[in-house]
C-alpha cells in the first residue's frame, strides 16, 4: 500500500471511530485485547495482552490509534492483560463458530457472501432445533470480510474445555458419523439421520444420470468393487433406493459407497461447514462488532437471528459514502456495492469513495487523487 492510499484508508477509519462505538461485549473488563495496526511493522502484526476497564477507555484508545483490525477474547480471563496465557487466570469461554465462505466455494465475491449466509442460518437452525440452545443466548455478527461468526453465550457451556466443544463442533459438521447408526432400523428419521438418509439417496440417484461407462468406473474405483459387482448393483438401483434405509448396509457397494471420500463430503455439505479449530479454541481471539474490518474496510454487523435472512453485506455492512474518489487498478475487478455493479478495468477510473476504501483495503487500487 502506497503512502498516499495508506493516508487515505486511515484518515476514513478515523471518522468512522469519530462517529462509531464499538459493540462491547460482555464482562469487558475481563477480556482480552488485541489490535493489528496499519503501519505495524511485520515482527509486531498484533499488540495484544491488553485489557479495559470500561468502554470508554476502549474507546478512546480506538479513536487514538485507529487500528486497522480489532479482536477480543471469547475467553474470561481473571488478569487479562497478563502478559503470558498462563498468568491470565482462565475463567471461561463462550462457544463460538466461524463461518468463512473461503473453506466453503470459491468464485464472485456477491456469491460467496450468498452462499456463506446459507451455512450460517443452517447452523443457527442446528442450533437451537437440534442440540437446544435458546435463541436469546445465540448472537451473530458479519465478519467485515467473507463470512459469519456465531456465540452461543449461555452460561452453561462457559467452562466447557476443547474435549466438549470438539464433540459440538463434530455435530454440527457432521463428522465421525457411524452410517450403522445413520441406517439403523426405526427409530425417528430427523437430525443427522434424516440427512444421512437423504445424503446416500441422492448420491444414489444420481448414478442412473451418468453414462453407463462412467457410473461404472465409479463404483468399480471403490476397494473390493469389481465389474460384475458394480454392474449387478446398477441393474438392481431402483429397486435397492427404494428399500428401508437399514437394508441398504446389507449391501456391500452400499457400504463401500458409505466409506469413500466422495460420499463423506456430500455428507458435510449436508452440515454446517464450521472452522472446526475456532470451536475448539478455548483461548480465541475474535473480531469485535461494531469495528472495520482492515482487509476490506467493511463493518463487523452484529445482527439478531431474525435479521440474517433480509441482510445484505453489500449494503448493510458497507460504512462510507459515494463521495467520488480517483483510483488507479491493479487489475481488472467486477463487483456489487450499495446496489450498484461495477466493472472496473486495469488503469485509473473514479469510484464511490465506499468502493475505493474496499478496492484499497483488499490491495486492488491505490489512491492517485482526489481523496
Given at each position: ?107 464472485p ?59 459440538v ?6 463428522i ?48 473390493g468393487?469389481s ?48 472452522d ?38 453489500l ?6 459514502g ?50
Amino acid at each position: 500500500m502506497r503512502p498516499a492510499t495508506l493516508e487515505f484508508v486511515k484518515q476514513r477509519f478515523t471518522e468512522y471511530y469519530q462517529r462509531q462505538n464499538l459493540t462491547v461485549p460482555s464482562s469487558l473488563e475481563q477480556r482480552e485485547w488485541g489490535f493489528v495496526f496499519f503501519d505495524a511493522a511485520a515482527e509486531v502484526r498484533m499488540r495484544r495482552h491488553m485489557a479495559f476497564m470500561d468502554r470508554e477507555e476502549l474507546a478512546a484508545y480506538v479513536r487514538n490509534l485507529v487500528p486497522a483490525h480489532v479482536y477480543y477474547s471469547t475467553a474470561y480471563y481473571q488478569t487479562p492483560s497478563a502478559p503470558t496465557m498462563n498468568d491470565k487466570n482462565w475463567a471461561g469461554a463462550d462457544l463460538i463458530f466461524d463461518l468463512d465462505a473461503d473453506q466453503i466455494v470459491r468464485g464472485p465475491y456477491a456469491m460467496m457472501l450468498a452462499r456463506v449466509k446459507e451455512e450460517t442460518e443452517k447452523l443457527v437452525e442446528m442450533l437451537i432445533d437440534e442440540l437446544g440452545f435458546a435463541r436469546n443466548h445465540i448472537r451473530i455478527a458479519f465478519s467485515g470480510g467473507r463470512g459469519y461468526h456465531i456465540h452461543v453465550t449461555d452460561i452453561a457451556v462457559r467452562g466447557w474445555g476443547s474435549p466438549e466443544r470438539r464433540e459440538v463442533v463434530d455435530y454440527v459438521c457432521g463428522i465421525g458419523l457411524d452410517p450403522a447408526v445413520m441406517l439403523a432400523p426405526g427409530g425417528t428419521r430427523t437430525g443427522w439421520r434424516r440427512r444421512y438418509i437423504d445424503a446416500l439417496r441422492s448420491h444414489l440417484l444420481r448414478l442412473p444420470g451418468l453414462d453407463p461407462t462412467e457410473a461404472t468406473a465409479s463404483l468399480t474405483g471403490l476397494p473390493g468393487i469389481s465389474k460384475r459387482a458394480a454392474a449387478e448393483f446398477l441393474a438392481d438401483l431402483d429397486a435397492l433406493s427404494g428399500k428401508d434405509p437399514g437394508d441398504l448396509l446389507q449391501n456391500r457397494v452400499v457400504r463401500a459407497i458409505a466409506a469413500a471420500p466422495d460420499f463423506e463430503n456430500r455428507v458435510r455439505d449436508a452440515g454446517a461447514r464450521a472452522d472446526e479449530p475456532v470451536t475448539t479454541d478455548i483461548k480465541r481471539l475474535i473480531r469485535t462488532p461494531g469495528s472495520l474490518h482492515g482487509g476490506s474496510g467493511m463493518r463487523v454487523v452484529p445482527l439478531e437471528i431474525g435479521d440474517l435472512t433480509d441482510f445484505d453485506p453489500l449494503v448493510d455492512a458497507v460504512a462510507f459514502g459515494d463521495r467520488e474518489v480517483r483510483v488507479e487498478m491493479k487489475a481488472n475487478f467486477t463487483t456489487s456495492l450499495l446496489g450498484n455493479t461495477y466493472a472496473l478495468k486495469t488503469g485509473p477510473a473514479n469510484v464511490p469513495e465506499a468502493l475505493a476504501v474496499f478496492l484499497c483495503c483488499r490491495n486492488m487500487a491505490e489512491i492517485t487523487g482526489g481523496a
